[in-house]
């Protein structure tokens, strides 16, 4: 079974330019959550998507958006880029309904904002 | 507001030794994650821990939840170099799918 699948995986933009990062669940999986990861933040959450509607969101500015095709895979994208902008942007999925409700990460998009 | 704390936060042993990473979180929550990142790497899911007294195993590696503490402890035995790595104990909010991340602790096995 594929497992969850990030493109691309590295990025270099500059400052002021948008960008849109795609996440592919796993098959089967509905439930597609993004985060980021910083030195200074750690992991923090961006939001869910679940059946194409955003179910949960974080703590992050407007710029940061989201959605989710009817086939589960996910796009995150980011406007108007800062320098603070630059992670790793993780996406999970999972299978919500029965047990255990395992999350499994892709290997995430390393983007740079110069 | 859920919080999770891990300690420490680094940890430097020697192989063969055993030791214990301790995660706190600050409410309620249905759920526990152990996970696994090495340097640069995304995240490897180790266990899922849903009930109070839970435990699970994986070699070296033992996990263990107390939802009436709000603690969970993962026990390395005999520690090997591979087991290097950054370890995160992600907890679920509400019924959703998100987590909230501690600091992680980064483990550092010398030979």
């Known amino acids: 079974k594929a497992g969850v699948t990030q493109t691309p995986r590295y990025l270099i933009k500059t400052r002021g330019q948008q960008v849109t990062l795609s996440c592919s669940p796993i098959s089967g999986h509905r439930s597609v959550s993004w985060y980021q990861q910083t030195p200074g933040q750690g992991l923090q959450f961006l939001f869910e998507y679940f059946s194409e509607t955003q179910r949960n969101k974080g703590n992050f500015p407007g710029r940061f958006s989201g959605r989710q095709f009817s086939n589960s895979r996910s796009e995150m994208n980011v406007s108007t880029l800062e320098l603070g902008d630059s992670a790793l942007y993780l996406c999970?999925?999972?299978?919500?309904?029965?047990?255990?409700?395992?999350?499994?990460f892709g290997p995430g998009t390393r983007l740079t904002v110069l | 507001e859920l919080k999770v704390e891990q300690n420490p936060l680094f940890l430097s042993m020697q192989e063969g030794k055993n030791y214990t990473i301790y995660c706190n979180y600050s409410?309620?929550?249905?759920?526990l994650y152990w996970y696994r990142q090495d340097p640069g790497k995304s995240l490897e899911s180790l266990f899922v821990l849903l009930s109070n007294g839970a435990v699970k195993q994986e070699g070296r590696l033992m996990a263990s939840l107390d939802t009436k503490a709000r603690l969970s402890t993962l026990h390395i035995t005999a520690a090997v170099h591979d087991l290097s790595a950054t370890y995160f104990c992600?907890?679920?909010?509400?019924?959703?799918?998100?987590?909230?991340f501690g600091q992680g602790t980064t483990l550092q096995v010398k030979p």
């Open positions: 409410t309620t929550s249905d759920r």
């Open positions: 999970a999925s999972s299978s919500p309904g029965g047990a255990p409700n395992e999350q499994f």
């Open positions: 992600p907890v679920r909010s509400g019924n959703t799918g998100k987590l909230i």
